[in-house]
């Protein structure tokens, strides 16, 4: 694939557009040899953190299409985003290559480091709605991680985009829906349910971004489930790096809708 200006700058080259050298350079192990498993471990981390990173990107674009009842871009946007959680998905499948023997030859070298600290994990929580204020602190005062979520926080989330698209699309939300506290997780709204069924048996255009959303939401939570299986495998009960609570703490988060209402209306349907 040929980086953009290529034809106006002979200098530019693929490795110089992507930043090769530099990307290349960020996998540092820490324990001696190195053990051969720590490699597999910072670059698939730090690929989660790429992917992340795209979610974010993705997620706003969506919202900016939700809030413009661009319902062909958000529905392909959010076709992309289950594309990546897929992907996010069958990458447990390489990490889950390394046994807990090779995981143990090198953990005490994560020292404080944890899975846990992940920021933009935590901002895609946020996004989705997944708002929890003791979050936020644990990032330190000052530390652009805490800013970026503190602004996250405060803001609607995906869940609170879609309600203002569905009412700009015709659809009669209810005022207590389109007028609840961003800063709080999307709790069942009952008198959002008629409205909801409504438009699945008459509007299937608003129904395929319906879809759509749950289809995240499914796919977040199956991440989550093969992730805690994972470190499960790896580690056990033992406690997480870094102090972190591990997989009774992980175990916890799993099968919680970002989306409740989208869920509650499939017996009426």
Request: aromatic share 10%; proline share 6%; net charge negative.
């Amino acid at each position: 694939m040929n980086a953009p200006n290529a034809a106006t700058d002979p200098t530019l080259s693929y490795g110089h557009y992507l930043k090769v050298p530099q990307l290349l350079s960020l996998q540092q192990c820490r324990s001696d040899g190195p053990e051969h498993d720590e490699m597999l471990f910072i670059v698939i981390h730090q690929v989660y953190e790429l992917w992340f990173k795209q979610m974010l990107w993705e997620g706003d674009h969506l919202a900016r299409a939700l809030a413009a009842c661009e319902r062909s871009t958000a529905a392909s946007t959010l076709q992309r985003m289950l594309t990546i959680l897929k992907t996010m998905v069958a990458q447990v499948d390489v990490l889950e290559t390394m046994t807990p023997v090779g995981f143990l030859s090198f953990r005490a070298r994560l020292e404080s480091a944890s899975g846990f600290q992940s920021a933009q994990f935590r901002e895609f929580e946020f996004m989705l709605g997944r708002k929890r204020r003791g979050a936020v602190s644990h990032y330190p005062e000052g530390s652009s991680e805490r800013a970026t979520l503190e602004r996250r926080f405060e803001s609607p989330s995906l869940w609170d985009a879609f309600l203002r698209f569905l009412a700009l699309s015709g659809v009669e939300v209810p005022a207590e829906a389109l007028g609840r506290d961003v800063r709080t997780p999307p709790e069942s709204c009952p008198a959002l349910h008629q409205p909801l069924i409504d438009l699945y048996h008459r509007n299937p255009d608003l129904r395929q971004v319906c879809e759509l959303l749950v289809d995240l939401d499914e796919g977040v939570q199956e991440w989550r489930y093969r992730h805690v299986k994972m470190v499960e495998r790896t580690i056990g009960m033992k406690q997480g790096t870094g102090g972190s609570p591990g997989v009774p703490y992980l175990r916890e988060t799993l099968f919680r809708p970002a989306f409740p209402d989208l869920w509650e209306i499939r017996s009426a349907l």
